[in-house]
C-alpha cells in the first residue's frame, strides 16, 4: 500500500517563527488532508488539498502531486499553535506519523 | 451545523468483554469510516460504510466489525477485547460516493481494556 511519510517527527519553535512541515507520498493521490490533532485528541481539518496551493490565516499548504509531496506552512505561530499535525492521503486515509510541534512562549 | 458525533467519550472494559461505539455523522454526509489511534502513532483505518454498504476494510481481525443504519450513523463493534484493542476510535464522515472525498472526524471515543 502507500507510505507517507512526514518529517520532522518533531519541532520546538519560539512564539512568531514560521516553520514547514513536510508530508512525502510513495503513489499518485486523490485526495490529501492535513489536520491538527490537539491535546484531547480532536482531529482539526485544516486543509483539503490534492494538488495546488490553498491558505487560510497564518496557514498555507502546497502539494506537489506529480512530485509526491506537499508542505504545511505555519507562519507566525503561536502557543495554540502546539499538538500533532498530520498528513493523511487517499480515500481511506492513509496517515503519516505526524510531526508533533511545540511552540514556547 | 452539527459535527460529527460520538458516543459514548470514555469506556472502561476488561479482556474478553465486547463493546459497542456509536457514530453520527455530518448532517447530508452519507459515508461513514472508523479508525483506531494507538497512543503515540497516526490514526489506523478500519473500516468505511457509504450508503449501508462496507467500502472498505482495513487489516483488522474479525472480532471487529461495523454496520450502518438508515439514518446514516454508525457502530463500531469490537469482541473478545484484548489489552492492546485500548486506542482513540475516531469516526469521520464524508459525502461519499466519490474518490474525491473530504473527511471529517469526531471527537473520538477513547476505550481502556484491563
Known amino acids: 500500500g502507500i507510505q507517507v511519510e512526514q518529517s520532522p517527527p518533531d519541532l520546538i519553535l519560539q512564539e512568531g517563527a514560521n516553520s514547514t512541515l513536510r508530508c512525502n507520498f510513495s503513489?499518485?493521490?486523490?485526495?490529501l488532508q492535513w489536520f491538527h490533532q490537539n491535546p484531547w485528541g480532536q482531529l482539526i481539518n485544516l486543509f483539503y488539498?490534492?494538488?495546488g496551493t490553498k491558505q487560510n490565516g497564518r496557514l498555507s499548504a502546497t502539494t506537489v502531486a506529480t512530485e509526491r509531496y506537499s508542505l504545511l506552512y505555519i507562519s507566525s505561530s503561536q502557543t495554540t499553535d502546539s499538538g500533532v499535525y498530520f498528513c493523511?492521503?487517499?480515500?481511506?486515509?492513509?496517515f503519516g506519523a505526524g510531526t508533533r510541534l511545540t511552540v514556547k512562549p | 451545523d452539527a459535527g460529527v458525533t460520538q458516543s459514548p467519550t470514555h469506556l472502561i472494559k476488561t479482556r474478553g468483554q465486547q463493546v459497542t461505539l456509536r457514530c453520527s455523522p455530518i448532517?447530508?454526509?452519507?459515508?461513514v469510516s472508523w479508525y483506531q489511534q494507538v497512543l503515540g502513532q497516526g490514526p489506523q483505518f478500519i473500516f468505511q460504510?457509504?450508503?449501508?454498504?462496507?467500502?472498505g476494510r482495513g487489516n483488522f481481525p474479525d472480532r471487529f466489525s461495523a454496520r450502518q443504519f438508515p439514518n446514516y450513523s454508525s457502530e463500531l463493534n469490537v469482541n473478545a477485547l484484548l489489552l492492546g484493542d485500548s486506542a482513540l476510535y475516531l469516526c469521520?464522515?464524508?459525502?461519499?460516493?466519490?474518490?474525491?472525498?473530504?473527511?471529517?472526524f469526531g471527537p473520538g471515543t477513547r476505550l481502556t481494556v484491563l
Open positions: 448532517s447530508g454526509h452519507k459515508s
Open positions: 460504510y457509504y450508503e449501508k454498504e462496507e467500502r
Open positions: 469521520a464522515s464524508g459525502q461519499g460516493g466519490s474518490i474525491y472525498n473530504e473527511q471529517f
Open positions: 493523511a492521503v487517499e480515500r481511506h486515509m492513509r
Open positions: 488539498i490534492p494538488s
Open positions: 503513489d499518485s493521490v486523490n485526495n
